[in-house]
């Protein structure tokens, strides 16, 4: 089974996303970091050089293709699901989680990383507040479940949505030994 995390930049899609894979004994991926190695450069230079434009038209290109491998845990870009098909990917090939965080707790952690190309603004809060408002009705339209991240550990939120994952019948309740 696939599983895809979603949610806005900073909201732990990466970070959870490995944990998760550990503990699910699936392989991980990063579909931005497939895209920087295709690339060759980061995203944010890929992103001043081309545009967002030519950006979303390389992120749905591997979304469609990350999504059609059966059995790993896969972390998307914070706007992969600007674009329909690759909301329609996700919801269809994957067992897709929303990583919810609110504009505030997002800068909070993001206020220092100059990485991100569309947090490069004057006010980069105002900025998540804007990408909250557009983006998270496509989240919640594309995923199967949401958790809302807030400060729990990273250990604490692999805990909550494997315990959603059984609940929902898509992954087996692990028998933990010693």
Excluded at 28 to 49: A, H, K, N, Y
Aim: overall charge positive.
């Amino acid at each position: 089974m696939l599983f895809s995390l979603i949610g806005l930049p900073g909201s732990g899609k990466s970070t959870v996303g490995r944990q998760l894979a550990r503990r699910l004994q699936l392989s991980f991926l990063d579909s931005d970091q497939v895209i920087e190695g295709r690339i060759g450069c980061s995203i944010r230079e890929f992103f001043e050089r081309e545009g967002e434009e030519r950006f979303r038209e390389l992120e749905s290109t591997v979304i469609d293709e990350l999504t059609r491998i059966p059995s790993c845990v896969l972390a998307t870009g914070g706007g992969a699901v600007l674009r329909p098909a690759n909301r329609q990917f996700l919801s269809e090939r994957s067992y897709a989680v929303y990583l919810k965080s609110s504009a505030e707790e997002l800068f909070r952690r993001l206020r220092h990383d100059r990485n991100r190309p569309l947090l490069r603004v004057a006010d980069p809060l105002a900025r998540l507040r804007d990408l909250y408002a557009v983006r998270d009705p496509l989240y919640r339209e594309t995923a199967n479940f949401t958790i809302e991240t807030g400060r729990p550990s990273v250990a604490t939120l692999v805990n909550m949505i494997v315990m959603q994952l059984e609940l929902a019948g898509v992954w087996p309740a692990a028998t933990e030994s010693g």
